[in-house]
C-alpha cells in the first residue's frame, strides 16, 4: 500500500536560515512524488514533483526538493525562508499506473521575523 | 488562463440533506479527481473521471457520487449529510488521466459545514 509519512507536525525556522520540511514515502513500483503548499482558506498551491532523472528537482518560490531512493524520502529545502513562506506543507506521492495521490498529514511551516 | 474553479465557496446544511458542489478544469484539462480535507488532516482522494468516465474511486460510502459533464466539467454530490461530512472539499484538474505524469492542479475548495 501506498503511504507518506510527514514526521513534523510544524517546523519553526528564522528568517533568512535555510528550511527543510521531511517526508518519506512507501510505494510499490516508481514513485512519483509531490509538494504542495496550502495558505489559510486556499487550495492547494502545486510546489513541485520528481518523476524521474536529477535527484535534485527545483520548483517554485525559490523551493527544491531532494529525493533519495535508498532512504525513501523527498525533503523539502529552500536556501534562505522568507516569512510569506509560513504555510501548511503536503508531500504526495502517486505509484505510476495509479490514479490517486496520497497525501502526508501535513507540516505547518512558521518562519520567524 | 483561470485555474480551476469551484462552486460554491462556503456551505452550511444541516443533517440529512444532500449537497451538489461543481468544479470547472483548467481549460483543455480532460480528468478532474475530488478530494475532502478535514481539518488538520491531508487530503483524502475520493473520486477521478477522465472523459466522463470514473477511473477511481477512494474509500468513501456510496452517499459520495461524482460525474462529469462534455465540458468536462463536474459534480461531487453528497446525499444524508452527516456531521463528519463537514470538511474542504477539492477538485483538482489534470490534462491526462492517472498513470501519466500529469500534476494535478486544485481549486480553492468549497468548505462544507454540517450542522
Known amino acids: 500500500a501506498q503511504s507518506v509519512a510527514q514526521p513534523e507536525d510544524q517546523v519553526n525556522v528564522a528568517e533568512g536560515n535555510p528550511l527543510t520540511v521531511k517526508c518519506t514515502y512507501s510505494v510499490s513500483g516508481n514513485p512519483y512524488l509531490f509538494w504542495y503548499v496550502q495558505y489559510p482558506n486556499r487550495g492547494l498551491q502545486f510546489l513541485l514533483k520528481?518523476?524521474?532523472?536529477?535527484?535534485l528537482v527545483k520548483g517554485s518560490y525559490g523551493f527544491e526538493a531532494e529525493f533519495n531512493k535508498s532512504q525513501t524520502s523527498f525533503h523539502l529545502k529552500k536556501p534562505s525562508a522568507l516569512v510569506s513562506d509560513s504555510a501548511l506543507y503536503f508531500c504526495a506521492v502517486r505509484a505510476s499506473g495509479t490514479y490517486k495521490y496520497i497525501f502526508g498529514t501535513g507540516t505547518r511551516l512558521k518562519v520567524l521575523a | 488562463d483561470a485555474g480551476v474553479t469551484q462552486s460554491p465557496t462556503h456551505l452550511i446544511k444541516t443533517r440529512g440533506q444532500q449537497v451538489t458542489l461543481r468544479c470547472s478544469p483548467i481549460?483543455?484539462?480532460?480528468?478532474v479527481s475530488w478530494y475532502q480535507q478535514v481539518l488538520g488532516q491531508g487530503p483524502q482522494f475520493i473520486f477521478q473521471y477522465y472523459e466522463k468516465e470514473e477511473r477511481g474511486r477512494g474509500n468513501f460510502p456510496d452517499r459520495f457520487s461524482a460525474r462529469q459533464f462534455p465540458n468536462y466539467s463536474s459534480e461531487l454530490n453528497v446525499n444524508a449529510l452527516l456531521l463528519g461530512d463537514s470538511a474542504l472539499y477539492l477538485c483538482?484538474?489534470?490534462?491526462?488521466?492517472?498513470?501519466?505524469?500529469?500534476?494535478?492542479?486544485f481549486g480553492p475548495g468549497t468548505r462544507l459545514l454540517v450542522l
Open positions: 483538482a484538474s489534470s490534462s491526462t488521466d492517472a498513470g501519466q505524469r500529469e500534476t494535478q492542479y
Open positions: 520528481y518523476i524521474t532523472g536529477d535527484n
Open positions: 481549460s483543455g484539462h480532460k480528468s
